[in-house]
């Protein structure tokens, strides 16, 4: 059973940027696709960025409103997965949780929290 551990979320100010990373405690070469996903206060669950691999060429998907300013990348030889965030929004004040799906099945990490306030 792969696990998977947040880490670098913490209090910013707005506009500024912060780096997540997400260690498995396998490899995340065999998961089809790792993902960010994010929860704020009072609101469902959402998509932020998935990156999947197809040969070597990876390739990543957005939400619209982080677009620009959020990057996903993976560094499968030290089964990491980060998310590099700029320019970021009170609105973008959640639980960030790292998510692997490996042939339909999802493991998921505990989150970590992300605060932008002046």
């Known amino acids: 059973q792969v696990q998977l551990v947040e880490s670098g979320g913490g209090l910013v100010q707005p506009g500024g940027s912060l780096r997540l990373s997400c260690a498995a405690s396998?490899?995340?070469?065999?998961?089809?696709?790792m993902e960010w996903h994010r929860q704020a206060p009072g609101k469902e669950r959402e998509l932020v960025a998935r990156?999947?691999?197809?040969?070597?060429?990876?390739?990543?998907n957005y939400a619209d409103s982080v677009k620009g300013r959020f990057t996903i990348s993976r560094d499968d030889v030290k089964n990491t997965v980060y998310l590099q965030m700029n320019s970021l929004k009170p609105e973008d004040t959640a639980v960030y949780y790292c998510?692997?799906?490996?042939?339909?099945?999802?493991?998921w990490g505990k989150g970590t929290l992300v605060t932008v306030s002046s």
């Open positions: 990156i999947s691999t197809v040969g070597s060429v990876n390739f990543a």
């Open positions: 396998g490899s995340i070469s065999s998961f089809n696709s």
């Open positions: 998510n692997g799906v490996r042939w339909g099945t999802q493991f």
